[in-house]
Nanobody, 119 residues
Framework: QVQLVESGGGLVQPGGSLRLSCAAS????????MGWYRQAPGKQRDLVAA???????NYADSVKGRFTISRDKSRNAVYLQMNSLEPEDTAVYYC?????????????WGQGTQVTVSS
């Protein structure tokens, strides 16, 4: 099992930057695919960016070129660097860890961190 704790959210002006961090505890962190999701009020939770255990990444179209996901296996951490932030990026951001074992997928979530982009 994996426990996840996000940090780094806050209030930022349009065009600004934030770096979210997700600290993971538990076994076998390096074997998990990690992702950042976000959920705005009244909307579903959507994938923002993901990184596999091998380091391959994918991004939602809305954040390509602005956000970068990375992981540090030695620190059991995953990061989301967010640049050129827009008001539409305002949401609660959640860290996710996912692993599939024998066709069963296990998902773990952090508590979320609020990101507000406003002038």
């Amino acid at each position: 099992q994996v426990q996840l704790v996000e940090s780094g959210g806050g209030l930022v002006q349009p065009g600004g930057s934030l770096r979210l961090s997700c600290a993971a505890s538990g076994n076998s962190f390096g074997t998990y695919a990690m992702g950042w999701y976000r959920q705005a009020p009244g909307k579903q939770r959507d994938l923002v960016a993901a990184i596999t255990s091998g380091g391959s990444t994918n991004y939602a179209d809305s954040v390509k070129g602005r956000f970068t996901i990375s992981r540090d296996k030695s620190r059991n951490a995953v990061y989301l660097q967010m640049n050129s932030l827009e008001p539409e990026d305002t949401a609660v951001y959640y860290c996710n860890a996912r692993r599939t074992i024998m066709a069963v997928t296990y998902d773990y979530w952090g508590q979320g961190t609020q990101v507000t982009v406003s002038s």
